[in-house]
């Protein structure tokens, strides 16, 4: 079995449709894939309905958190997605990414960059628009030569010079929400230190305490160190250990099922969730 528990579509910021998504991880060889899109579940309906045979989709969204000034990511899967607290909560951080990007472009613009909220919109499409959209657009205007070299202090990093704070939510909330509303709760690349600062040890404790269950070990932005001394905290403290690829379309680098999970963690994962269930691909229309 081939696990892959955190992919973007393009309804935050990857580019592939959900319904691309699911065939792409299909043809990848993949036997699950949870759909993880930022701060939204809108891309479920389309990839429910696309869902090839034999491949099975846990529905998941990667919430955005911030701890003592650290952007930190909690993925929840299986929750129900009618719950109101957690959808309001949901709406919130996303409807923000709207005023959010127009002050980062506005901040661009006083650097004399000539990039446009119509560009950013139509790049972002109907996804939750973030920085990889702006990042993008900045590619296009040849002032960096990938997204991932927009991610610096220079320009769109935490903390860079065109940086916004957008809504977040506390994760010790989040967690409870998800768990409210029959979710499981996995902490992503939680040391992926080139995004910037990340949260300690003690956090991650913390976080287990208040119901935390796994972190997301095999991930690219962890070298082999980062990942066995994770797995040993998640010993430790009692947590679930999984691993993804964080897939983003052509927008990053990495591909499906680079990093994959455990196949009894998985069956954990789904015996803890009460809000949904993973649904089996039957196929959908065109596979008959
Ligand atoms: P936002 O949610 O709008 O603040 O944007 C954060 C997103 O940008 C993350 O979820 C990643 O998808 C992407 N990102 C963060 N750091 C990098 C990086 N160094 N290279 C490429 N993409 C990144
Ligand atoms: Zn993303
Ligand atoms: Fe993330
Ligand atoms: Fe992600």
Do not use: N
């Amino acid at each position: 079995m081939r696990i892959d528990l955190h992919t973007h579509s393009s309804a935050s910021d990857g580019t592939d449709s959900p319904a691309e998504l699911v065939r792409k991880a299909a043809a990848a060889g993949l036997d699950v894939v949870a759909l993880t899109d930022h701060d939204t579940t809108r891309g479920h309906a389309e990839a429910v309905a696309a869902l090839p045979e034999g491949l099975t989709l846990v529905t998941g969204a990667e919430l955005s958190c911030r701890l003592d000034g650290v952007g930190l990511h909690l993925l929840a899967y299986l929750f129900d997605p009618d719950e109101p607290e957690l959808l309001r909560e949901r709406e919130l951080v996303r409807d923000d990414r709207v005023p959010r990007a127009r002050t980062m472009i506005g901040k661009l613009r006083e650097l004399g960059v000539d990039v446009t909220w119509e560009q950013v919109a139509r790049i972002a499409g109907d996804g939750s628009v973030g920085r990889p959209h702006i990042a993008e657009a900045l590619v296009e205007l040849g002032v960096v030569p990938t997204v991932s070299d927009a991610f610096t202090p220079e320009w769109l990093a935490d903390g860079a010079r065109a940086y916004a704070p957008k809504h977040e939510l506390d994760p010790f909330e989040a967690i409870r929400l998800v768990k409210a509303a029959g979710g499981v709760a996995v902490l992503a690349h939680p040391a992926a230190v080139k995004r910037g600062r990340v949260v300690p040890e003690s956090a991650m404790a913390e976080l287990a305490a208040a119901g935390l269950d796994g972190i997301e070990t095999d991930h690219m932005d962890h070298d082999r160190a980062t990942r066995a001394r994770l797995r040993g905290l998640a010993a430790d403290l009692g947590l679930l250990v999984t691993g993804s690829s964080d897939y983003h379309g052509s927008r990053k680098t990495c591909v499906l099922g680079e990093f994959t999970t455990d196949p009894e963690i998985y069956g954990e994962i789904t015996r803890r969730a009460t809000g949904a269930f993973p649904v089996p691909g039957a196929g959908g229309p065109s596979a008959a």
